[in-house]
């Protein structure tokens, strides 16, 4: 334990030097101060509220940038000097290649062209005539500037009217201004009068108005009607605006390219008419039938672009095509016409329909588990001509335990799988006009696994479902298996095994039934990577029923157990909820609050719920300065002793997590952090009445479950290549499950993990 302690003082050490002598000061020429960067002073003298967004705004326009500096030094800027000065070895190239930066003199900077920008950012959101100053700090080697500004009282909005006309075109505005944000009172902003010229353009596009163009739309202020700072907005239409702009447009006409390439270009290709579309392929590539439920344009309607937005996502969605073509066709207009008319050619450009992979991968697992694979993968994405997907795996794979307090367990993995899915909906009536955003998939997969792990035992799997999965909007999917079936056979187990099981009967009532047959349910809304959203929301939620509709056709055993087919099977009810709010704070930093809360329940033939079901807490996914899955459950002691993992899983699960997110140089991510969380036994007093060694004792939830929280917090870094993230986070504990107060912080308590991807 001293040799870590000292290996990690030394790394402190050395960590600290080189960064010392990555000092620039001696490069730096007797002329020249670096310029430190800007900051900006608002003198809100009129106590005007709502100006976070404002000041935001203002700090974008601080030009240059300054050095980027890392732990107080700027090591771009020292290997660009150092190759200056003909320093030529390998590694001052590499790193003035990959991180090296001119270097950013405060005679570089025009205080003059900032204050002008911020001055007319300040006119463009209604502050005209704001006063703008600047003063310099100045240090040794550095300066920086602090830019004040004393604010005027805004302009706001007195009346907002349109210049009206008798077209029916001007009708349509006029009903989109019932719900125009511009309300009296608000003040002058040239981004809000961008907002509702798009707005508007959106919504007579939505009506058909396939020529109109939002420059079309001007907006004129007059401030003369009014002593205060007030001001009338009054929206009209260029006078230059063609007329074919004015006029909402029609679809004649609607054209499929199921199979399209170059190729195609000089052939005579047949034409199959199916409910008003034509389908133009040389061979039935993709039945017309199952195409034409993916479209939502039909003959006769309105053009709407979201409409032909949809299509094209629900288009992609099937996974047979690499590209999606809609062009729309604008037929002859005359001055006179009151309607356009459009024809809508849909090219789809096809994947190749099979596909053989093979993968060498490198896996880690929640529960420390790390190793080698070999997958090898077939497809074929077109199987039955409607967009089929059939998929079979076969991999085979070598994990070991990795990190603080493992167990040194090693397994070979060996697996089996087939899937078939449907991009439509397998089901007894048709439903599918009742999804407008995305078609449901139906999938039908069937897996085994044979799994030995050393010294303990062996475990053979099967696993099938049937399920349908389907997007209500961007933000919101659903994924339902109305048949999920998991069974699983122990065998080959060693003494140390059995003797594992014999001193701890709950888990080795969690062996016992192998034979799961129930119902999933999956909902998860997910605004990350979807939305402009400065902070972002992400919740998703699983239920797990099993064992319900199995008791209809069950038999009794003379242990009052039943069976289906001779097997024992578990009955148990499971839900979980994962909350997560991410907090923009600006230049790339996060501040990101989970909640996440699990609960199982056993009943019927199940005393506790089968091990694969149950909730595991500690890990690099989890409470991260403990070790993977050796928390609890609740305030049992029976992890700290020469025991497994095993021991630690629970039917309960309350975890909450904290982290702040920052950047540090380039890809170089950093991440401070904090995290609580335990695993109980369903409380349930009638079965433990029956089987009291069932109950690990300290393990039941109880009104005291704060205090048997597990607590730790951290420091990580992590590599974020373009979303391929690898990870170091280094944790210690803070709060033991049995105890009700804080731990000192201990070096030699840490716990290193590494893992692929962000926790959540």
């Given at each position: 334990?001293?040799?870590?302690?000292?290996?990690?003082?030394?790394?402190?050490?050395?960590?600290?030097?080189?960064?010392?002598?990555?000092?620039?000061?001696?490069?730096?020429?007797?002329?020249?101060?670096?310029?430190?960067?800007?900051?900006?002073?608002?003198?809100?003298?009129?106590?005007?509220?709502?100006?976070?967004?404002?000041?935001?705004?203002?700090?974008?326009?601080?030009?240059?940038?300054?050095?980027?500096?890392?732990?107080?030094?700027?090591?771009?800027?020292?290997?660009?000097?150092?190759?200056?000065?003909?320093?030529?070895?390998?590694?001052?190239?590499?790193?003035?290649?990959?991180?090296?930066?001119?270097?950013?003199?405060?005679?570089?900077?025009?205080q003059n062209k900032v204050i002008n920008l911020i001055k007319n950012r300040l006119d463009n959101r209604g502050f005209f005539n704001s006063k703008v100053t600047a003063s310099v700090k100045e240090k040794k080697y550095t300066k920086s500037i602090v830019y004040t500004i004393d604010l005027t009282e805004p302009y706001v909005l007195e009346t907002y009217q349109l210049e009206n006309d008798t077209l029916p075109f001007y009708k349509e505005i006029k009903e989109e201004l019932k719900t125009t944000l511009l309300k009296k009172g608000t003040r002058y902003s040239l981004e809000s009068f961008k907002q509702e010229r798009i707005k508007i353009d959106e919504s007579l596009k939505a009506r058909g108005y396939y020529n109109f163009n939002q420059d079309f739309i001007i907006f004129e202020a007059d401030t003369n009607q009014y002593k205060n700072k007030r001001f009338d907005l009054y929206l009209r239409i260029k006078k230059e605006t063609p007329k074919k702009a004015l006029i909402p447009y029609q679809i004649n006409k609607i054209t499929v390219y199921p199979n399209h390439n170059l190729d195609q270009k000089n052939k005579v290709l047949d034409s199959t008419e199916y409910k008003g579309v034509y389908f133009i392929q040389d061979t039935v590539f993709f039945k017309?039938?199952?195409?034409?439920?993916?479209?939502?344009?039909?003959?006769?309607?309105?053009?709407?672009?979201?409409?032909?937005?949809?299509?094209?996502?629900?288009?992609?969605?099937?996974?047979?095509?690499?590209?999606?073509?809609?062009?729309?066709?604008?037929?002859?207009?005359?001055?006179?016409?009151?309607?356009?008319?459009?024809e809508a050619n849909i090219y789809l450009s096809p994947l190749n329909k099979r596909s053989l992979g093979l993968e060498l991968q490198a896996v880690?697992?929640?529960?420390?588990?790390?190793?080698?694979?070999?997958?090898?993968?077939?497809?074929?994405?077109?199987?039955?001509?409607?967009?089929?997907?059939?998929?079979?795996?076969?991999?085979?794979?070598?994990?070991?335990?990795?990190?603080?307090?493992?167990?040194?367990?090693?397994?070979?993995?060996?697996?089996?799988?087939?899937?078939?899915?449907?991009?439509?909906?397998?089901?007894?009536?048709?439903?599918?006009?009742?999804?407008?955003?995305?078609?449901?998939?139906?999938?039908?997969?069937?897996?085994?696994?044979?799994?030995?792990?050393?010294?303990?035992?062996?475990?053979?799997?099967?696993?099938?479902?049937?399920?349908?999965?389907?997007?209500?909007n961007k933000y919101l999917s659903h994924q339902i298996n109305p048949i999920n079936i998991n069974y699983v056979k122990l065998f080959n187990t060693t003494s140390d095994f059995k003797d594992i099981l014999e001193k701890n009967a709950f888990l080795q009532s969690s062996f016992d039934q192998q034979f799961i047959a129930g119902f999933t349910y999956n909902l998860t809304y997910s605004e990350l990577g979807r939305s402009s959203k400065k902070n972002q929301i992400f919740f998703a939620s699983n239920l797990d029923i099993a064992g319900g509709a199995l008791s209809l056709l069950s038999q009794n055993t003379s242990a009052g157990k039943k069976t289906f087919l001779g097997l024992e099977y578990a009955q148990y009810a499971k839900v979980d909820i994962d909350f997560r709010y991410y907090?923009?704070?600006?230049?790339?930093?996060?501040?990101?609050?989970?909640?996440?809360?699990?609960?199982?329940?056993?009943?019927?033939?199940?005393?506790?719920?089968?091990?694969?079901?149950?909730?595991?807490?500690?890990?690099?996914?989890?409470?991260?300065?403990?070790?993977?899955?050796?928390?609890?459950?609740?305030?049992?002691?029976?992890?700290?002793?020469?025991?497994?993992?095993?021991?630690?899983?629970?039917?309960?699960?309350?975890?909450?997590?904290?982290?702040?997110?920052?950047?540090?140089?380039?890809?170089?991510?950093?991440?401070?952090?904090?995290?609580?969380?335990?695993?109980?036994?369903?409380?349930?007093?009638?079965?433990?009445?029956?089987?009291?060694?069932?109950?690990?004792?300290?393990?039941?939830?109880?009104?005291?479950?704060?205090?048997?929280?597990?607590?730790?917090?951290?420091?990580?870094?992590?590599?974020?290549i373009q979303s391929f993230v690898i990870r170091f986070d280094l944790a210690t504990p803070v709060k033991q499950p049995i105890s009700n107060s804080l731990s000192t912080i201990k070096l030699s308590n840490t716990i290193l993990n590494f893992a692929i991807g962000y926790p959540f």
């Open positions: 334990m001293k040799q870590v302690i000292f290996l990690k003082v030394c790394l402190l050490f050395i960590v600290v030097t080189v960064l010392s002598a990555c000092s620039v000061k001696r490069f730096i020429p007797k002329d020249e101060k670096l310029y430190s960067g800007a900051t900006i002073k608002i003198n809100n003298i009129n106590k005007i509220k709502g100006l976070s967004s404002l000041e935001e705004e203002l700090q974008e326009l601080l030009r240059p940038e300054p050095n980027s500096k890392f732990l107080g030094s700027r090591i771009g800027l020292y290997y660009h000097y150092k190759t200056e000065q003909g320093k030529k070895g390998f590694l001052t190239k590499y790193m003035n290649k990959k991180f090296g930066e001119n270097p950013m003199y405060y005679s570089n900077v025009s017309p039938k199952r195409l034409h439920n993916y479209l939502l344009l039909n003959k006769d309607d309105f053009y709407n672009p979201q409409n032909s937005k949809i299509t094209s996502k629900r288009l992609s969605s099937i996974g047979t095509y690499k590209y999606v073509n809609i062009q729309f066709d604008e037929k002859s207009y005359q001055e006179n016409d009151s309607l356009g008319s459009l880690t697992k929640s529960n420390n588990f790390a190793g080698p694979g070999l997958s090898i993968n077939y497809r074929n994405r077109n199987l039955f001509s409607g967009g089929e997907l059939l998929s079979l795996t076969g991999t085979v794979a070598y994990e070991t335990q990795i990190g603080n307090n493992t167990q040194n367990l090693n397994g070979l993995k060996v697996g089996l799988g087939a899937s078939l899915t449907f991009p439509r909906l397998i089901f007894p009536w048709d439903l599918t006009g009742r999804f407008k955003y995305g078609v449901p998939k139906t999938k039908i997969s069937f897996d085994s696994e044979y799994l030995s792990r050393s010294n303990l035992y062996g475990l053979s799997s099967f696993t099938s479902s049937f399920g349908y999965h389907w997007d209500a907090l923009g704070l600006g230049k790339e930093q996060t501040l990101i609050t989970r909640l996440y809360g699990g609960l199982g329940i056993p009943y019927g033939n199940s005393s506790v719920l089968p091990f694969t079901k149950q909730f595991f807490a500690g890990g690099p996914y989890s409470v991260r300065g403990f070790a993977s899955r050796s928390i609890g459950p609740g305030r049992y002691n029976g992890s700290t002793t020469n025991s497994t993992y095993f021991d630690s899983s629970g039917d309960i699960r309350l975890e909450a997590n904290l982290e702040y997110r920052f950047p540090i140089y380039s890809l170089i991510k950093g991440a401070l952090f904090a995290d609580a969380g335990n695993v109980w036994l369903y409380n349930n007093s009638s079965s433990l009445e029956e089987d009291n060694s069932l109950s690990l004792e300290g393990g039941q939830f109880s009104s005291n479950f704060i205090n048997e929280l597990a607590a730790s917090v951290g420091a990580g870094v992590r590599v974020d």
